[in-house]
């Protein structure tokens, strides 16, 4: 009978197809729905293998570059570090020329294609030129020590991008806290802006020819940095070749002025 008084109650409203198998009683409360189960919850060790699984960043390029108290050690742990993603299209890594207790650092800006292949900076047209400048000032790469701000070779030759730089500026600071050099030599606006980002990204025009004072990581003081223009620009600008004549000649009197070894 109740099935009755519902087909008579659908037909008064005006009822005349079902859209279900079976007719529905709506006079009652339709029944809960049915609860979705929580999904598991992933356990401690699979957290901890899908954070090992992300690029690594500053802090843990920072923590690694600390924890290596010889250049050796830091050049493994380089060349074993894989949170750069420049490693994964450079052909190997540039680390270093030069004297392990040099009195002065160069640094430059990133490899280009032939020190990629060779494994060591400078020694492209830029690298020859450079070695010209050093030694119209007395100098040659056994007495300085060369290093470039990213150790990696971005594609293309393209500038490094500021996420490229802080990821390898422990690195940097880590290679010159260990060598402890007198001072430092910045080629190009890359490297001035990498060591010396309390003048506030100053260009290297503004830069250039004035020592200034880089904090690194590591050492006790400040070290006294001068910013020049890079091998590479005069290369391509001739004019400019007499203001880094300049400039190497502030180097050449800064260093008469250190005591000897």
């Known amino acids: 009978m ?18 279900l198998d079976a007719p529905q009683d709506r006079r009652h409360a339709a029944p809960p729905p049915e609860a979705v189960p929580e999904p598991p919850r992933p356990r401690p060790a699979a957290v901890a293998k899908l954070v090992s699984a992300l690029p690594a960043g500053p802090a843990e390029a920072r923590q690694l570059a600390e924890s290596c108290h010889t250049l050796a050690a830091l050049e493994a742990a380089m060349r074993g570090f894989t949170g750069c ?27 280009g294609a032939e020190e990629d292949r060779a ?70 606006a890359v490297a001035a802006k990498a060591l010396l980002p309390a003048e506030g990204g100053l260009g290297i025009r503004r830069l250039r020819g004035t020592w200034r004072e880089a904090q690194i990581a590591g050492l006790p003081a400040a070290l006294p940095c001068l910013a020049t223009y890079h091998p590479a620009y005069l290369l391509r600008t001739p004019a400019a070749k007499a203001e880094a004549w300049r400039d190497l000649l502030s180097v050449k009197a800064w260093l008469e002025t250190l005591p000897a070894h």
């Open 119 to 188: 494994g060591k900076p400078f020694v492209g047209p830029a690298g020859q030129l450079l070695d010209r400048m050093l030694a119209s000032i007395g100098l040659d790469r056994t007495q300085v020590r060369i290093i470039n701000t990213v150790p990696w070779r971005p594609p293309g030759n393209r500038t490094p991008s500021e996420a490229e730089i802080a990821l390898c500026l422990p690195f940097l600071h880590r290679q010159i806290a260990l060598v402890a050099p007198r001072g430092l030599l910045a080629l190009g």
């Open 85 to 111: 993603a420049l490693r994964d299209t450079a052909t190997q890594l540039v680390f270093a020329d030069g004297a392990d207790d040099a009195r002065l650092i160069i640094v430059g800006e990133a490899p």
């Open 2 to 19: 109740e099935l009755l008084e519902a087909l008579r109650l659908q037909w008064e409203w005006g009822a005349d197809e079902a859209l």
